[in-house]
């Protein structure tokens, strides 16, 4: 019994539930036979893949859904081997350069190459080309980016490339006029929530509706996560209360209340702690600025405090993504924003003597 | 308003009851008709109040408020004690830490502090102490002591009535005394007193222990004071220690020791006029120097008849008359030096025989263990095994064997430049051993040794049948000397210790080996086969008797002060003073003599080169020096380049354990600003960093030494407050290294059926799959699912995901956050032990087989992994010697905690 996410996943165009016009013109378009690089973009779970599977699954019937791995092997400059993991079926193959780290830019060149420039299938019923698919196209490093662009032109009459990303803001200017944008819109809260009342009536399973409610409000519009909380309700057979929150944000959380409720410098250095663990714990530092910013600005009553907090955000996230050691960009943030609430609380506390003497 | 609005609804409980305290403290001083103190906050202000007619300077209402909190502490304590002037003295260092930025280190001027400018212009006049009047008598030879001895009764008087009862406490107020100081320390009035120039030498003979700050001196100047007139400083009293120089604020155990070992207390004015009075001498090491010249010229007389003999050849002479006892006393040096000028005086004067070595004389001297170890060697170890002594044992102590005669090799270890080669040498020659040698220069690794030094070691016959009859005699007796073992290292040298070891184990001669660091890793395993011998560093009256005597044999003028302060620049290392000695000599043009002063540029200067470890380092950065302009922006960079990788992590852990010294107790705004500006600067330093690696923008460098060292140690500054921490960065990226690998490994195990990326897989997937793979078994465990189901339900999963059971292992360390509960807390072991076996008999087939491969080079991995552990510096990214990488961290946080421990030791002794 695989994940109700994996389970209730579209597999044709017929089936998707939302974003309906964008899907008919993706049909027309594969249809017409031929199209241009495609770069998908758009929130998580805002169904991004379902739509390139849709693709594939029109372009070359079900034979997609026949899935192996695949191992690569690749050597780097200082001539250690590595390999990577693939996604294939017999007419497209799913990679993710990302995870070869900073060796992203040999994995474009050897191996992304050697599957472009290869002979394409049997002509007489398939498409003239295969597709490749380039997840966590936002990972990939400036220079496996640079190395793409080639490729991409050269070998356009035997592959198409599908980049896949959460933004377009980390993807260098040039890719991005290579490929069709498609962005992808998250499904609205009615949406999310109707698919997921769909997915407990197939499942059976009864929440009330205000449980369920609550579950489309912590998702935030994500649908992947509205169904595996639905379903994590399932399995602890919680059917009216809260859906457990996650057991990283729980800790975010508490992180920001740490941070709010003394402002001390042993306080940094045990918050400091704090986001070691989250970054240990593999959270990206992006959310960690994200979701602690809404959660002091909340705090903060004063417009002229949310400000000042605003653009330390900004400017510590900016030098975060510019780094490669988060931790100190997101102290230096949690530092900066200690000084500036404790004068603001003092200012506060003398405006409130005088008024009152 | 709406602010209002927030404050009653949102604020905590705390934040509340602060604020009440606030208003309450300030009700009671507006009742207090106390006349506060004045203080002028910001700069501007405290330009004007320079002027002594200034009274009134406008002051913000907050300010206002601060003032009169300590205005009620200060009435506070005046009651308790009684005497004004006690509270002056103790508030005088707090006040000098409130300046607020460098740029104004001009102390404040308040109406306390005017009355010292005044004084600070007639220096002649003296503080009013009411409790230490001056010595009033200058006496041509030695000033009245009597003064002090009132001082003295006044200060034991006040131990008496101030010093708390129990051990413990008075432990807890020293402790509190000496945080109070960090950061705040130096002297009151630098600079108050004029410093008399004294007669050469004329403190030669006594020692001095400074307690407390001084009035005028900082503790470094008084030092060199009494280093520049020949007297010692050292910093615990002793029987021998003639004065104790009383500042103010003194730590109580010195004042004790002082009382119990009957040394006398003086002040600091008292020590400017011994200096000022005494009459000059000469000194003890140029005496002794010259007879020493005499005696020999006198000997040289009685062997040749030349007139003119080198200084050189004396000592040769002298070799030869004490070595008579000897077999053999070889001379390899070149006959005349004087032809040869160019001899480096290190060669020139290199011991020619055991007693002239610096430190090495006495008894219980490694020289003399050694000598006699080797004169026995033969008679213990030359033998079969079974006849070989044995080591006596004695309970907890272990092997008791203090002449070393169950070893059969010699570990020489210690500090360059103090003799421990020279020692091997001359130990061998005055027994009568020819000498093979290996040093840092051979190759040794296991081929080279066993090939090559076996075959000398073993047999040593080989070589005798080939001497004629004549040279048999001589010699038959080998000794191996491998200098520099701590060395063999890296690739070229790869199993040379192991199998110095073996040969150590067969020798049939003595073996003797030598290396800098005793404690590194690498002489572990070597430190169970030797005899071991450490060798401390020589005093530095030691080295100076030595080095007078090269200066007056090579007609080079110096005072001993001056020499005395080159060898404790040199770190007591007698090679390198004696090269630096040598320079200066060649340097200097005209014949006149060197001074202290000379002296002590050269010596800075050397100290530069001096090269720190990280965690001598930190403290630096975050002092204060206040004798010097700040901020030191030169000196904490050098400071940065003594580890530029290390430094800014070193600098990023601990930055905020440092108390700056420019914010006075209970401005916490303003200290958060300061760290936030610190931590600002180092964001800026790690982007920097990031340049350098990516695009090996090295000329980056000094951009991330002002960053990462000089901004936070400038803002910082003041003193670090708690233990000095390893910097964790290292261990948690290679935590968050593997952690990613395991994400990526689940997320290419999943991939075939559900697509996620590596974010996906530890927000959402991952607690999900946790939840799939607990709840069933819990639930079975707890009776609502029925038997086996949970587990079936489990395995079913497993399956569909192609999860292995490492993964589903991996998948719950991945998601199990601090303070939560394991995943499979409630399950019983008979509900896991069934899915094992459930798990173990299904073997479904898995798209994928890396599994295995993974595995054998774990193992091959961890078998070289103990040959080259320094290689792991690096993080590397690789994927295959992941396994060992989680053994790894693990083994280095060890070996790096334990240099840790060792300093943090050491500053508590201290």
């Avoid at chain 2, 930025?101 to 502090?113: C, F, G, I």
């Avoid at chain 2, 008075?170 to 705040?184: D, T």
């Avoid at chain 2, 008679?379 to 006596?392: E, I, S, V, Y």
């Avoid at chain 2, 047999?459 to 009859?469: G, I, K, Y």
Wanted: with cysteine.
């Amino acid at each position: 019994m695989s994940l109700w996410c994996d389970r209730y996943r579209p597999k044709t165009f017929k089936e998707l539930d939302y974003n309906l016009k964008q899907a008919k013109q993706l049909q027309r378009m594969v249809k017409e036979g031929d199209f241009p690089h495609l770069l998908f973009w758009g929130t998580n779970g805002a169904g991004k893949k379902t739509r390139i599977n849709c693709i594939l699954r029109e372009l070359y019937g079900s034979g997609v859904d026949k899935l192996r791995l695949e191992r690569h092997e690749y050597t780097t400059a200082s001539n250690k081997k590595l390999e990577l993991h693939a996604c294939a079926s017999n007419y497209h193959i799913e990679i993710c350069p990302a995870d070869a780290g900073i060796h992203d830019r040999i994995v474009i060149q050897e191996l992304v190459k050697g599957i472009a420039g290869g002979q394409s299938l049997n002509n007489d019923k398939q498409k003239q080309f295969k597709v490749i698919v380039i997840t966590e196209a936002n990972r990939l490093t400036k220079d496996a980016q640079h190395g793409l662009r080639r490729t991409m032109e050269k070998y356009m009459s035997t592959c198409r490339m599908i980049l896949l990303s959460e933004s377009t803001s980390k993807l260098i200017p040039a890719l991005r006029s290579r490929c069709l944008g498609i962005r992808v819109q998250a499904p609205s809260t009615e949406e999310v929530k109707q698919c997921l009342m769909q997915a407990c009536e197939i499942e059976r399973f009864e929440m009330t509706d205000e449980q369920i409610n609550r579950i489309v409000k912590l998702s935030d519009r994500n649908l992947r996560k509205a169904l595996l909380l639905g379903e994590v309700c399932k399995v602890k057979n919680i059917t009216n209360g809260d859906p457990p929150a996650y057991d990283w944000e729980e800790f975010l959380d508490k992180t920001g209340k740490m941070i709010l409720r003394n402002q001390s410098p042993s306080q940094i250095l045990q918050v400091r702690t704090n986001l070691y663990e989250l970054i240990v714990r593999l959270i990206p530092a992006n959310i960690i600025f994200q979701k602690l910013f809404l959660q002091l600005q909340a705090a903060c009553p004063d417009i002229h405090m949310k400000t000042k907090l605003a653009k330390a955000a900004a400017e510590f996230e900016h030098r975060s993504n510019l780094g490669s050691k988060p931790i100190y960009h997101l102290e230096a943030f949690v530092a900066r924003f200690m000084a500036d609430y404790k004068s603001f609380l003092d200012e506060f506390v003398d405006d409130m003597d005088e008024d009152e003497f | 308003m709406d602010i209002r609005k927030w404050l009653n609804k949102g604020m905590t409980p705390e934040f509340k009851a602060e604020a009440k305290k606030n208003k309450k403290a300030r009700k009671a001083l507006d009742s207090s008709d106390e006349e506060p103190e004045k203080e002028n906050p910001n700069p501007k202000a405290q330009a004007k109040a320079a002027k002594p007619a200034v009274e009134k300077v406008a002051v913000s209402p907050k300010d206002f408020f601060k003032k009169k909190n300590k205005a009620a502490e200060n009435s506070k304590k005046r009651k308790a004690s009684g005497e004004a002037e006690l509270v002056d003295l103790t508030q005088a260092p707090t006040k000098k830490t409130k300046v607020s930025s460098p740029e104004v280190t001009k102390r404040k001027s308040t109406d306390n502090e005017s009355q010292e400018v005044q004084k600070k212009e007639s220096p002649k006049k003296n503080l009013p102490k009411p409790d230490l009047p001056k010595p009033v008598e200058k006496e041509r030879s030695l000033p009245n002591v009597k003064a002090l001895e009132i001082k003295k009764n006044a200060s034991e008087e006040s131990m008496e009535t101030e010093a708390p009862k129990t051990p413990a406490e008075i432990r807890k107020a020293n402790y509190l005394k000496f945080k109070a100081k960090q950061g705040a320390g130096g002297p009151r009035n630098p600079g108050s007193k004029e410093i008399p120039v004294g007669a050469e030498n004329c403190l030669e003979g006594l020692t001095f222990v400074a307690t407390g700050d001084g009035d005028s001196l900082g503790r470094e100047e008084l030092k060199s004071l009494i280093q520049r007139y020949g007297g010692k400083f050292t910093t615990s009293v002793s029987g021998k220690t003639s004065y104790v120089v009383v500042g103010e604020e003194p730590g109580q155990s010195k004042l004790n020791k002082a009382k119990e070992k009957g040394v006398k207390l003086v002040d600091e004015d008292f020590v400017l006029e011994l200096i000022r009075s005494k009459p000059a001498k000469k000194s003890k090491y140029e005496i002794q120097a010259e007879e020493e010249a005499k005696q020999e010229a006198k000997k040289a007389k009685k062997a040749t008849p030349k007139k003119h003999v080198s200084p050189k050849k004396e000592a040769k002479k002298e070799v030869k008359q004490e070595a008579k006892s000897a077999p053999s006393a070889p001379t390899s040096q070149p006959k005349d030096e004087n032809a040869n000028p160019a001899v480096m005086w290190v060669e020139k004067y290199k011991p020619a025989d055991m007693k002239k070595i610096v430190g090495q004389n006495g008894n219980a001297s490694c020289a003399n263990k050694l000598l006699v170890w080797l004169k026995d060697w033969e008679k213990h170890q030359a033998c079969p095994k079974g006849q070989r002594p044995k080591p006596k044992f004695s309970g907890a102590k272990g092997a008791i064997d203090p002449t070393g005669m169950t070893f059969r090799a010699a570990l020489l270890s210690g500090p360059p430049g103090i003799g421990k080669t020279t020692t091997a040498h001359l130990v061998a020659k005055s027994l009568g051993f020819e000498l093979i040698e290996f040093n840092a220069s051979d190759t040794r690794n296991k081929k080279s040794l066993s090939s090559v030094v076996k075959g000398v070691i073993t047999n040593s016959a080989v070589d005798q049948a080939f001497r004629t009859e004549a040279k048999k005699v001589v010699s038959g007796k080998y000794i191996c000397i491998m200098d520099e073992v701590d060395g063999m290292a890296g690739n070229e040298d790869r199993g040379g210790i192991a199998e110095l070891i073996g040969l150590i184990k067969i020798s049939s001669i003595p073996i003797i080996c030598i290396c800098n660091d005793r404690m590194h890793p690498k002489m572990r395993s070597l430190a169970n086969y030797v005899f071991d011998l450490r060798f401390m560093k020589p005093r530095v009256e030691q080295i100076t008797g030595a080095m007078m005597s090269i200066c007056f044999k090579e007609k080079f003028k110096i005072a001993p002060a001056a020499v005395q302060e080159i060898i404790r620049s040199c770190n007591q290392d007698i090679r390198q003073t004696i090269n630096t000695l040598n320079m200066m000599a060649v340097n200097k043009k005209d014949d006149t003599k060197v001074e202290y002063d000379d002296a002590k540029s050269t010596a800075d200067g050397a100290k530069k080169d001096l090269k720190i470890g990280p965690f001598d380092a930190l403290p630096r950065i975050f002092r204060i020096d206040r004798s010097k302009p700040q901020p030191q922006i030169i000196e904490k960079q050098e400071l940065f380049f003594q580890d530029y990788s290390l430094m800014p992590k070193m600098v990023f852990e601990n930055y905020i354990k440092s108390k700056p010294a420019s914010i006075s107790h209970g401005e916490n705004t303003k200290h958060l600003q300061l760290i936030a500006k610190s931590a600002s600067a180092l964001s800026y330093s790690e982007l920097a960093e990031r340049k350098i690696m990516s695009k090996q923008a090295w000329s980056l460098l000094p951009t991330v030494a002002t960053f990462s060292t000089v901004i936070p140690g400038s803002l910082m500054g003041g003193g670090l407050t708690e233990r000095i921490d390893f910097p964790r960065e290292l261990g948690k990226i290679s935590t968050t290294n593997k952690n990613a690998r395991i994400a990526d490994q689940l997320k290419m195990h999943t991939r075939l059926q559900s697509k996620c990326d590596r974010w996906q897989m530890v927000s959402t997937h991952g607690p999900t799959f946790r939840e799939r793979l607990s709840q069933p078994l819990i639930r079975q465990t707890k009776g609502e699912l029925g038997a086996g189901e949970g587990v079936e339900q489990v395995l079913q999963f497993m399956n569909d995901y192609s999860l292995t059971k490492d993964d589903m292992d991996n998948i719950f360390d991945l998601t199990q956050w601090v303070g939560k509960k394991e995943p499979l807390a409630g399950v019983e072991s008979k509900v896991k032990a069934a899915l094992t076996r459930a798990y173990n008999k299904s073997s479904a087939p898995v798209p994928f087989a890396v599994e295995m491969k993974v595995k054998k080079k774990k193992k091959t991995a961890n078998v070289e992994g103990e040959e080259d552990e320094e290689e792991s510096g690096e993080e590397d990214e690789e994927a295959i010697i992941a396994a060992m990488k989680k053994a790894k961290p693990a083994k280095k946080a060890a070996a790096k905690k334990a240099p840790a421990k060792k300093t943090a030791a050491k500053k508590t002794k201290k």
